[in-house]
Nanobody
Framework: QLQASGGGLVQAGGSLRLSCAAS????????MGWYRQSPGKQLELVAT???????TYGDSVKGRFTIARDNSEDTETLYMSSLKPEDTAVYYC?????????WGQGTQLTVSS
């Protein structure tokens, strides 16, 4: 019910955009967000955004990533810039609806040095 897209390979310092679209009976969505996981590491918060547009960012991405959402389309977008090799991870989109959490399938981002 969550479809993520936009991952790929990018050079350090570059930019990329991830998108996530919700479908099915999970609307309206309370909070949408992005998390990431690198090999051997725990799942890490990247960014979340409420239905009212209040955004929260993980410390490692503040000032470089921006999250946005379209409530009418139930989509969210993560704009990433000044990418670093340590941003390499599988990125998962997340949506909270009616007390339940839904996850997308994950999309790989690889940042080369």
């Amino acid at each position: 019910q969550l479809q993520a897209s936009g991952g790929g390979l990018v050079q350090a310092g570059g930019s990329l955009r991830l998108s996530c679209a919700a479908s099915g009976r999970i609307s309206p969505i309370d909070v949408m967000g992005w998390y990431r996981q690198s090999p051997g590491k725990q799942l890490e918060l990247v960014a979340t955004i409420t239905s009212g547009g209040v955004a929260t960012y993980g410390d490692s991405v503040k000032g470089r990533f921006t999250i946005a959402r379209d409530n009418s389309e139930d989509t969210e977008t993560l704009y990433m810039s000044s990418l670093k090799p340590e941003d390499t991870a599988v990125y998962y989109c997340r949506a909270d609806h009616a007390g339940r959490t839904y996850w997308g399938q994950g999309t790989q981002l690889t940042v080369s040095s």
